[in-house]
Every structure is written in structure tokens, then in C-alpha cells.
């Protein structure tokens, strides 16, 4: 498969970049920071994502979704991140559904229906610690009577504290670094127990530290089989970086298109900045980081779709990769709008805001780069 | 052609070069004595080097995509692109290199008159004439249209003077396509396209030794050097159009060929280093996440290019981000390497072959255009940033 949109595609990219640019374009993200909106998302947009069968992409026909792809999915979190769009289509419409393919028939139809139709927010609780360490989890659920007790605390638990259900994983077995012994939950977030302390990060979107004490929990919640959640929550992690690095592709494009704009029209010393051509060469080289960026999230996509067992390395690389480019479109938009880039006001700051949480979620690229040579042998 | 016509040829082609190239071809070719360049003074290395020319040649196969009646195959892109899968899976080498067919051949198909392309393309698929290229002067390497060597109009021919410089194989080569002032009074509308023979009474060549140690380059240099007038490709004095065709394709070829090595991990091939110095390790994993990128980058630059959907200045982007990641690479390659990379000589270091090779990468952002040409370049034709 060629490494550009197909005809199908390309109609999907023109239906969502005016559908979001037009609901839910960078002021629509300012709008709730600014009136401190204790959701920290739209739940009409969400449902207007179903309505146009957004949230239903990664989900197989059978269960009620389209059916399609990653680089479907992709065209959607690429214009969420160009307009910097508060959504939880990156942590329910890609990771979770991922995550759940895995779930058995009863799982399925308890949870697709109901986020193919947006009536449902989930949540990701992976992390246990401030860096993305997914390896070392070690919260802990201990068997109890017909299922298990899970005790512990999660963080950057993003959406968490409106989500209906958490996907949980925890420990059954094994020891802290062994990828047998852990197991992936699915658990509706009402369940007693379950404590959520709940914070803006410097993005603007809400993230909750997530305590579990003693949360009492049926069998049936388990995400595939007990002990051997790690299949699973590999599917859901890198679904998530995935996404995540499309998401980035748009923050970094949005950023250097705001960027390359203002070097057009800014006067100074009589001349357009962009006639000088030290801001010149930044900007190609910068233009050159981003197509890169862009090139090697298209190949992950493509081999993803295609089940290829090189997908996991390319992911790797691409979270990295689109994470450097993508924050050197940030930080190079600020320096270039000078004075004017510091101010609340312009939006170039936000670009470098949900860069910066964007990079971390999932794992940063000094993470993927670790992944990329342990993958390469060493 | 159906789907089954082309696995039919494909299994054909297979069939055919495995009973035709000889086993000496299907080993990597090791270095440039190594390879098959062709030309009036060619010593063929073996039996089996001559025999895999002639047999390809005989099927136009050196010069596959090309039309039969210049001594090409005729082949589609997708028979070509077949042919070269094949020849890759059995290890075939090129039965040709040749600046005759990556350069000058795709200028005189563009520009060429028919009887041009009669007359010299077929001895460039068979391999009997060895081009080169005669474009950058002492005073003319970015700003290349600056270029001085003039001819002088003398009725039914030219009269060449002048001096070209990183002239590729000058010493080696038979014939030379050679940029030539002809208006000393328009700079970019004075400059003409002439092929001309460098046995011809004034050509003299003098290699040039590189910090790297020997090399390909040569100056060249012209003594009142007679030129027929029918030795001019494309119009009088529009010889910069081809020159500028001819620098896309150069900036595809070393965009493309800069990272032979494919995906091959850095990291992998410097166990020690890797183990050892935490620091080294993270740097070469970083670059491994540069090489998936830039091999996807190349990949999707080629899908849009044969496509026509990339933008005609993308290659200048492909040759800046190549050529700097190649450099990149050959610096960790010595950091690696530690004291033994420093070995200059010694069979031990094959004659010094990774400090020669690192030092050699430097040109690779000079060659064929600088990186600061290429990013003005795109910061003006693909950003479309403003100024002059």
C-alpha cells in the first residue's frame, strides 16, 4: 500500500477538518479553561463524533463499528490535535476499543454499544508513577471471592474523573517486570471504592490521581484471561502511542502553520521576518522534521492495519520521532512569534502546552527510544 | 498488463537470470575497482564480469524502462520495478555503472534530438562510452550559474577555455557533458548543454586528493578545445533547463542512496559501545529512531513522486535530511569505534575504511547542491517564504 491517503480516506479528512474546525476549533478549548468547566470536554460534541460514526471507526462490524483503520482513526486525532480539541476519542475510541477486542463476547457487548453510540467515557489507568513505566506495575488484586480485590493508585488518568468505566491493570501474579502475572480490567467507575482526585494539567485538560481501596470486582470485568493481560494492554498501549504520535502530527502541523504564517506578515527592520534567512533555514529544517514525522506515522499505521509483526518497532519510532518534531514546531513557534508568543492571548502557547502532555502520555521519546534499541538488541 | 502477466513475467525474468548471471555476479560488489563501469579503456576484473554485461546489454536490460530503439528493454515501471526485485533477491549486481545512464541518458531522453538519442544512447546501455559531468568551476560551486568556462562561437563549432572542478572519474571517463558559457552577457539564459570527447586535442585532467585520501574527483581543465555545433543538447544558450532536470535527478540518487544500510540498527552493530557507554547507547537509539523514520520518509516520498502527487522541489528536502543523517551516522560510527576507528592504514582497518568513509560523508551535504542551498530552497519553493 502506497504511503499516502486513499481516495476513501482522503473523504473522511474533509469531512472531519471542517467538522472540527468549525465546532471545536482552539477557542472552544478556551472556552472551558476559562470558565473552569468541571467536565473539561464537551459531551454534545462527543455525541455528534458518534453521530458522524467517528467513535465507532476502530470497532469491528460486528460488534457495531465501521470496521476501518488506524490511518482512519489517525485522520481524526490529527485534526483533534490541530485544533487542540479536548476530546476523549484518543483514551476511549482508540486505545480502549483496541484494549477490548480482547474482551469475550459479554465484555463486548456490554461496552462497544454504548462507545459507538458516545454514551460511554473510558478511562486509562496504566500509569503508577510520573514517568510511563508500564513494565513495573505493581497494584495489586488479590482473588476474593468470585473475582478480585484490587488495591492501589493510579495517575495521569486522563477524563478520569467523568469516565464510566476505568481499564485497570493490575497485578495477579508474577513480580514487578514480568509481563505474565498481570491482568487488564474493565471496571465501571461507580464501583465502591474508587476515589478520584481530580486536577487541570498545564494543557488545560483534566487528569485524575486514581486511589482503589480494597474495589471489589466480578470475573467478568477481566480483559481476556487472568495473568495474561500484558496481550492486551500492549494492544491498548500501542493503539495509544499510535494515536497519540497522529494526534501530535496536528500540534506540530498547527503550530508551524500558525508559525510560518506569521513570518509572512511580521515586520521588522523593514522587511518580512521571513525574508531573513536564518529564520529561513529553521523553518525547512523544522517543515523537514515534521514530513519526517508524518512519514514514519503513516508507515506504523500501514503496518498496523496489516497485522505486521514490524508494527510494534515502527511505533515505537513513531511516538519518538513525532514527539521530537513536534515539540520543535512548538518551541521554534514561540521563539519566532517572539514577545507576542508568551501572551496568553495567542494560541501558540497552547500548541506548546498540550505538546508538552501530549509527549508524555503513552511514554516520551526517550522512552521509545529505549524501546527502539532494546527491539534492535541492545 | 494483468496482474497474471506480470507474475508471469516475473517468473520468467527469475528463470532467465538464474541461468544467466554468473555466480562472480551474485556476490556484493566490494568496492569501486570492484564494480563494472565500462568504456573504451575498461579492464574487465574476470570472464564472468564482461559475460554479465554483454547478456544484459544483449536484453536492454541495463537500461530496462528505456525504449528498444536506444538499446533499452522497453520494459513498463512495473516489469522494471520486477526486474530489479528479482535481480535483488538473487544478489545480481548492476551489470552497469554508469553516469551515462543515471545522468546524461535521462537529459538526452528529455531534451535530446532523435538523432542524438540514436547515436549515443545505445553505446551508453552497452557500456562502450564512459561519461562525465562537467558542471561546478573553482569560482562556481552554489552558485553554480556563475560558471566561467567559455565558448567561443566560431562558425560551424565552439572553441572551449576554462576549468572544472569535482569532475567525477574525469581521468577515466571517454566522453564529458559539460556546462558551457556561450552569452557572457545573460547569466542564466548564457549558459549551454555540449557533450564533447575527452581525447579531444586541449582536454587535460589532474586528480585531486580529499582529506579522505584518494578519490574519484579530478580538475579538468580546456585548452582551446574544438566543438562541433552539433554537439549541443537542448537550445543555444538554454543549457541551464537541462542542467536543473539533470540536478533533480542527482539530488533523488543521493537522497535515496543515503542510508545504504537500510534499517540496520546502529546500536546493533556496536555491541561493546552499546553495553557499555549509557550515554553512546542513547544517542544511538535516537538515531535508530532516525533511520525508521527516514527509510518511511524515502518510501513515501517515492509513492508520491511516481505519482506526481509530491511537490517538484521535495528532493532538495529528501537530499538535505539524507545527506545530514548519513553524516550524523558516521560520527557515531567513530564514537563507537573508539581508537580503532582511528587506524588509517592496517589491512587490520581495511586500509582505514570507517575514517576514510566518515571524512568522505562530509561532501555528501556539499555535493550536488549544500544543505543551506537546499533549505533555501525549500523555504522558498515548497514554504513559499518571501524575499528574493
Given at each position: 500500500m502506497a504511503l499516502y491517503l486513499s481516495e476513501d480516506q482522503a473523504m473522511l479528512k474533509d469531512t472531519v477538518a471542517p467538522f472540527l474546525a468549525e465546532n471545536a476549533p482552539v477557542k472552544h478549548l478556551r472556552s472551558l479553561r476559562d470558565s473552569k468547566?468541571?467536565?473539561?470536554?464537551?459531551k454534545d460534541l462527543w455525541k455528534r463524533f458518534a453521530e458522524l460514526g467517528f467513535t465507532g471507526i476502530l470497532v469491528p462490524e460486528a460488534d457495531g463499528?465501521?470496521?476501518?483503520g488506524h490511518v482512519e482513526a489517525g485522520i481524526v486525532l490529527e485534526e483533534i490535535g490541530r485544533n487542540l480539541t479536548p476530546s476523549p476519542f484518543l483514551s476511549t475510541a482508540v486505545a480502549a476499543v483496541e484494549a477490548l477486542k480482547a474482551g469475550d463476547a459479554d465484555l463486548r457487548a456490554q461496552w462497544f454499544p454504548r462507545i459507538v453510540s458516545g454514551d460511554a467515557i473510558v478511562a486509562l489507568a496504566?500509569?503508577?508513577?510520573?514517568?510511563?513505566?508500564?513494565?513495573?506495575i505493581a497494584m495489586v488484586a488479590e482473588r476474593s471471592g468470585n473475582g478480585f480485590k484490587l488495591s492501589g493508585k493510579k495517575q495521569f488518568v486522563l477524563h478520569g474523573h467523568v469516565a464510566d468505566m476505568l481499564l485497570v491493570a493490575a497485578r495477579t501474579?508474577?513480580?514487578?517486570?514480568?509481563?505474565?502475572?498481570i491482568t487488564l480490567f474493565a471496571i465501571p467507575?461507580?464501583?465502591?471504592?474508587i476515589s478520584v482526585d481530580v486536577d487541570r494539567l498545564v494543557d488545560s485538560s483534566l487528569s485524575a490521581r486514581v486511589s482503589f481501596d480494597g474495589v471489589q470486582v466480578d470475573?467478568?470485568?477481566?480483559?481476556?484471561?487472568v495473568d495474561a493481560g500484558w496481550a492486551p494492554l500492549t494492544k491498548l498501549l500501542d493503539a495509544g502511542r499510535l494515536g497519540a504520535s497522529a494526534e501530535m502530527l496536528g500540534v506540530g502541523a498547527g503550530a508551524m502553520d500558525m508559525t510560518f504564517d506569521y513570518l509572512k506578515q511580521r515586520k521588522q527592520f523593514g522587511k518580512?521576518?521571513?525574508?531573513f534567512q536564518s529564520l529561513q533555514h529553521r523553518a525547512a529544517h523544522l517543515y523537514g522534521e515534521m514530513e519526517g514525522a508524518r512519514s514514519i506515522v503513516i508507515k506504523a499505521q500501514h503496518l498496523s492495519d496489516d497485522g505486521d509483526p514490524r508494527a510494534e518497532l515502527f511505533i515505537a519510532a513513531a511516538k519518538a520521532k513525532t514527539g521530537k518534531s513536534c515539540n520543535l514546531a512548538v518551541r521554534e513557534g514561540v521563539q519566532m512569534h517572539?514577545?507576542?508568543?508568551?501572551?496568553?492571548?495567542?494560541d501558540i502557547g497552547l500548541y506548546m502546552k498540550r505538546d508538552r502532555a501530549l509527549n508524555e502520555f503513552f511514554g516520551d521519546p526517550h522512552f521509545h527510544a529505549d524501546r527502539v534499541a532494546r527491539m534492535n538488541g541492545y | 498488463m494483468s496482474m497474471s502477466d506480470l507474475e508471469l513475467f516475473r517468473a520468467e525474468t527469475r528463470a532467465w537470470l538464474e541461468a544467466n548471471c554468473p555466480a562472480e555476479m551474485r556476490?556484493?560488489?566490494?568496492?569501486d575497482d570492484d564494480a563494472c563501469w565500462g568504456g573504451r579503456n575498461f579492464k574487465f576484473k574476470n570472464q564472468a564480469q564482461k559475460q554479465w554485461l554483454d547478456i544484459m546489454a544483449a536484453k536492454g536490460?541495463?537500461?530496462?524502462?528505456?525504449?528498444k530503439a536506444y538499446g533499452?528493454?522497453?520494459?513498463?515501471a512495473e516489469e522494471t520495478k520486477i526486474l530489479r526485485s528479482e535481480m535483488a533477491k538473487l544478489g545480481c549486481r548492476p551489470p552497469l555503472m554508469s553516469f551515462g545512464i543515471w545522468m546524461l541518458g535521462p537529459a538526452l531522453l528529455k531534451f535530446g534530438t532523435e538523432e542524438q538519442k540514436l547515436h549515443y544512447l545505445p553505446p551508453i546501455a552497452r557500456g562502450e562510452i564512459r561519461w562525465c559531468q562537467g558542471y561546478s568551476e573553482p569560482g562556481s560551486g552554489?552558485?553554480?550559474?556563475?560558471?566561467?568556462?567559455f565558448g567561443e562561437d566560431k562558425g560551424d563549432h565552439w572553441t572551449v577555455n576554462g576549468q572544472k572542478i569535482w569532475t567525477s572519474y574525469a581521468n577515466k571517463a571517454d566522453w564529458i557533458f559539460c556546462l558551457v558559457r556561450?552569452?557572457?552577457?545573460?547569466?542564466?539564459?548564457g549558459i549551454s548543454f555540449l557533450l564533447f570527447d575527452m581525447?579531444?586535442?586541449?582536454v587535460s585532467t589532474k586528480p585531486i586528493l580529499l582529506i579522505s585520501g584518494s578519490s574519484p574527483f579530478c580538475e579538468t581543465f580546456f585548452d582551446n578545445v574544438k566543438v562541433p555545433?552539433?554537439?549541443?543538447?537542448?537550445?543555444?544558450?538554454?543549457?541551464w533547463d537541462v542542467a536543473k532536470y539533470l540536478l533533480g535527478h542527482e539530488r533523488e540518487m543521493i537522497s535515496g542512496g543515503g542510508?545504504?544500510?537500510?534499517?540496520?540498527?546502529l546500536g546493533a552493530a556496536f555491541p561493546d559501545a552499546a553495553a557499555n557507554e549509557p550515554v553512546l547507547r542513547a544517542e544511538m537509539a535516537m538515531f535508530d529512531v532516525e533511520t525508521i523514520a527516514f527509510r518511511a520518509h524515502s518510501e513515501r516520498f517515492m509513492d508520491e513522486w511516481k505519482t506526481g502527487?509530491?511537490?517538484?522541489?521535495y528532493s532538495n528536502l529528501m537530499k538535505y535530511v539524507g545527506t545530514e543523517l548519513n553524516k550524523k551516522r558516521h560520527e557515531l560510527v567513530m564514537a563507537a569505534g573508539?581508537?580503532?576507528?582511528?587506524?588509517?592504514?592496517?589491512s587490520r582497518s581495511k586500509g582505514g575504511a570507517k575514517p576514510r568513509t566518515w571524512l568522505r560523508t562530509k561532501a555528501n551535504s556539499i555535493e550536488g547542491g549544500t544543505s543551506e542551498v537546499m533549505l533555501n530552497v525549500v523555504a522558498k519553493r515548497i514554504l513559499d517564504m518571501p524575499g528574493a
Open positions: 468547566d468541571p467536565v473539561g470536554l464537551s463499528g465501521l470496521g476501518l496504566i500509569d503508577e508513577g510520573a514517568k510511563h513505566r508500564p513494565g513495573s501474579g508474577g513480580s514487578s517486570g514480568e509481563e505474565a502475572g467507575k461507580e464501583t465502591a471504592g470475573a467478568d470485568a477481566v480483559v481476556g484471561e518580512l521576518i521571513g525574508e517572539g514577545g507576542i508568543g508568551m501572551t496568553d492571548e495567542y | 556476490e556484493p560488489v566490494r568496492d536490460w541495463t537500461v530496462p524502462d528505456w525504449p533499452g528493454g522497453g520494459l513498463s552554489s552558485d553554480l550559474v556563475s560558471l566561467q568556462t556561450t552569452d557572457k552577457t545573460n547569466k542564466y539564459q581525447t579531444t586535442p586541449g555545433k552539433h554537439q549541443i543538447v537542448g537550445e543555444l544558450n538554454r543549457g542510508l545504504g544500510e537500510g534499517l540496520a540498527s502527487r509530491a511537490h517538484p522541489a573508539g581508537s580503532d576507528a582511528l587506524e588509517w592504514e592496517s
